[in-house]
């Protein structure tokens, strides 16, 4: 995590204190578009911890997203509010658990039957949900009521209003990050970045590594379950489209056009991955064009992952080498640095 | 954790018996049976080197001993059970390290990052998710002790894609052993090595050989002779001839089966 260093570090402060002041401005559309921003910046970032540090490309994120979303619908009652602070660790026990269970299945498999198996799990969870009424089918649910945050009597936060939500947000997104980045750097960490590696030279060291594999699994589905809460909080509204394989394939390209393996990649993608789909689906700016913003966004994507092999992310720690010139520019963690092959 | 005490139970057997055996080992792939009912010995302070042809079975035989491969039939005795068919985690853990004989070590880390990593495995800490990697001073000593027995103590910080083959075997060797291993099982150590690498590989074994048992897979057959207790010959699966380096040298079997090949024992 050394890597560009101190003026890493400098930009990271300045982007939090520029989203710590950005509801200032006052925009209802930008404050509730960074918002959703952020919390797939937390799925993202809960897939970076599969496909960055561990070596494992799930293409069924969105089964965890979702699960939440409709968990969350579930367990609240129709016209009251319920309280986050047991509905969110409902929903994550119950994404984790779900992740515990898959998990022993699909990490029996590697490679490119990994990244199938993960997404036929997501893709039967979507056809549950689509074709049973337990999640009102086709038509999804609503949740009339966000959940309240209250201690004691006092309500900390109001949920219904735009600022409070979006701090809360920022908030969970920033306690995310820190808390990734502090076990990322342990012992259990520097296991799972050894598997992504060289599985079998850590089997060999007497690593069990299906055991960290579904450990780190597990975790990554109850963070994807984290942000699937936010966001059906965000939307009051949950539908199968949100486990669909477009919703895995967006949070993976967030990941790889941010800079998988470094965390705050994943959250620099949602951010550019989210923006450039407002920029080029803008009427007003791209006229006719606007409706095939798909295209746009195809190229833009194409032009990242050819020229920056290592994402936004790596456009960032150029510039930070550069800033930092006379320190030593070898990474000391060796996650992201050094020849590979 | 039963395998820390097997490992001291083993640690503890008397010596002068065979602290790993095999019985009858045997592999196959399809109908071709690589390692045919091998029975071997390994003592702890002894060198057991293992020689033959390219398509001897040798590197079959280390697999089959570090879990890489389960064997079709036969046992392997070590610390009271057997331990055929055990994952390779299991085995490591239970004090039975191996090299690789294609270099298989972590390119993007450093040297002390690629020990630390293989001292961790078995260290009690390894699943405590809030504390620094760098933080635990009983692994990161067993991390030094490894680098400077491997002679790499002044390549500390080095990536290891940019050390040279040389090094890089010898931080195949350390990280073998930063888990603390007894048994070592060394698969072509001196693989392209040149002649000044392959001279400090050779003390290296040597002075490995008071602690622990070896088992050496090689083809340079001076390094064999300098530093082997024991010899066995493979030849298709089998042992052709096992016993003191020098009766073997002279075994008109194993005269045979190097005559005309390219191998010569007296190379």
Known sequence: MRAGGRFLNLALLLALAGLIAFPLAGSTFYTQL?????????FAMSLDLLVGYTGLISFGHAAFYGLAGYALALMVPKYEAASLWWTLPATMTVCAAFALVTGALVLRTRGIFFIMVTLAFAQMLFFVFHDTKIGGGSDGIYIYNKPHLRLGETA????????HFYYLVLALMVLVFLLLRRLLGSTFGRALVGIKENEHRMRALGFPAFRYKLAAYVLSGALGGLSGYLAAVQFGFVNPEIISWHQSGAVLMMVILGGMGTLYGPVIGAFAFVLMQELFSNQAWFGAYAKHWQLAMGLAIILVAVYLPRGLAGLLQKTGHKADAGEPAADADGTQEGAHG | MAERDSAAAVAAAPGGGAILSTVGLTRRFGGLLAVNDVSIDLR????????????????????????DLAPSAGEIRYGGGNLA???????????IGRSYQKTNIFLPFTVFENCRLAAQSRAPHAWRVFHRA???ADINRQAEEAMAAAGLAGRRERVAATLSHGEQRQLEIAMCLATRPRVLLLDEPLAGMGPHESASMVELIKK???GHAIMLIEHDMDAVFAVAQRLTVMVNGEVIESGAPEDVRNSPAVQLAYLGGEDSLHG
């Open chain 1, 156 to 163: 900390l936060l109001d949920l219904e209003k735009l600022e």
């Open chain 2, 44 to 67: 702890v302070g002894e060198v057991h080197a293992v020689i033959g042809p390219n398509g001897a079975g040798k590197t079959t035989l280390t697999n089959l001993l570090s879990g």
């Open chain 2, 85 to 95: 068919g055990l994952p390779s985690h299991r085995i490591s853990r239970m004090g």
């Open chain 1, 34 to 42: 960074f918002t959703k921003i952020m919390i797939m910046a937390i």
């Open chain 2, 208 to 210: 490995l050989t008071a």
């Open chain 2, 134 to 136: 760098g933080s635990f």
